[in-house]
């Protein structure tokens, strides 16, 4: 099993900027890549970013590129979703979680999620 815990969020003005972090723990090393998702209130989840364990490619929907980045810190088993210029739409739970190898198409571990409010 993989835990995860989602921090970083708050509250924050329209045009700034919040870092999450995603640390993970147990059975890293089945892991596959990580990704990242946000429920906006009375809204489906929905799918932000991703990216892989070993090689850190990254992809994210067309709504967040040039704001959001998604970097990894392998020796801290910790995924990071910097958001730069956040909107009021933003306002959401974020959360993180793992697909593990050979599990395509599925997520397998999810986090707490952690709020972030955009203020407009």
């Known amino acids: 099993q993989v835990q995860l815990v989602e921090s970083g969020g708050g509250l924050v003005q329209a045009g700034g900027s919040l870092r999450l972090a995603c640390a993970a723990s147990g059975r890293t090393s089945s892991i596959y890549q990580m990704g990242w998702f946000r429920q906006a209130p009375g809204k489906e989840r929905a799918f932000v970013g991703r990216?892989?364990?070993?090689?850190?490619?990254?992809n994210a929907v067309d709504s967040v590129k040039g704001r959001f980045t998604i970097s990894r810190d392998n020796a801290k088993n910790t995924v990071f979703l910097q958001m730069n210029s956040l909107k009021p739409e933003g306002t959401a739970v974020y959360y993180c979680a793992v697909q593990n190898l050979g599990n395509a198409g599925k997520w397998d571990y999810w986090g707490q999620g952690t709020q972030v409010t955009v203020s407009s």
């Open positions: 990216i892989t364990w070993s090689g850190g490619f990254t």
